[in-house]
């Protein structure tokens, strides 16, 4: 990318777009090591109260991942990831496995032109190039738990680098959009604006309960 990314975020539940500060989206900076890092947080849960767990989850990684230590962006990321993973199963110990809340989080962390993907739970990343709209969403592998804070069970945070190139664009949105759009409906999507994609998917998925998105725009040269 030849310079910094346009980020444009999207909150929907019920139908009714969210602003910030929301406890299922936050953008904020890191500091110490990782002072030139951007983070973006999705959190979401597919449960109806979820809100009081997707805002612990917020709080967690957000003093994760400003605690100003000097470790790789990507381990910081994993530990991250893995601290909320206990904050959440120590919140739901009190309940039985099966009312338990799992909360699912994408976690983008921009350093100038660079980009870096977190995620655990089912959120999906698709890129738009010259040749159209490809999904890139690596696949969990093993019996790593699927959400945050379920269960003891291991978590296995999935990572993607995406190089965009100038004049390219990501989407990270939440799994649901996989069922609703397909590649053409996509590509009419992104191939618009970041703001008039925002508002064509807000319309889309206004039926969600919650609905997540973030679109990252690569400037053209």
Do not use: W
């Not at 990321?77 to 989080?105: M, T, W, Y």
């Not at 738009?128 to 069970?153: E, I, M, N």
């Not at 004049?167 to 799994?175: D, H, K, P, R």
Request: charged share 15%.
């Amino acid at each position: 990318m030849a310079g910094s990314p346009q980020i444009t975020p999207l909150v929907v539940r019920d139908g009714n777009p969210v602003g910030s500060p929301s406890p299922f989206y936050s953008t904020f900076s890191g500091k110490g090591n990782q002072d030139s890092v951007q983070f973006h947080l999705l959190i979401e849960s597919s449960a109806t109260e979820a809100q009081a767990l997707c805002q612990l989850a917020l709080g967690s990684f957000q003093k994760s991942l400003t605690g100003g230590g000097r470790a790789s962006l990507t381990s910081l990321l994993n530990e991250a990831f893995q601290d909320c993973h206990k904050a959440l199963e120590a919140a739901n110990a009190p309940h039985d496995i099966a009312s338990r809340v799992g909360v699912g989080v994408a976690c983008l962390a921009v350093r100038g032109d660079e980009a870096y993907l977190a995620a655990v739970g089912d959120s999906i990343m698709y890129i738009r190039d010259q040749h159209g709209v490809t999904k890139v969403t690596p696949a969990v592998q093993g019996t790593s738990s699927p959400v945050l804070g379920t269960s003891s069970d291991p978590i296995e945070v999935t990572m993607a680098r995406p190089a965009l190139k100038d004049g390219e664009s990501m989407l990270v949105a939440s799994g649901s959009l996989e069922d609703a759009a397909g590649y053409d409906a996509l590509e009419n999507i992104m191939a618009t604006s970041p703001q008039a994609a925002i508002e064509k998917l807000a319309i889309m998925m206004g039926e969600d309960p919650l609905f997540l998105a973030i679109i990252l725009n690569a400037p053209a040269s």
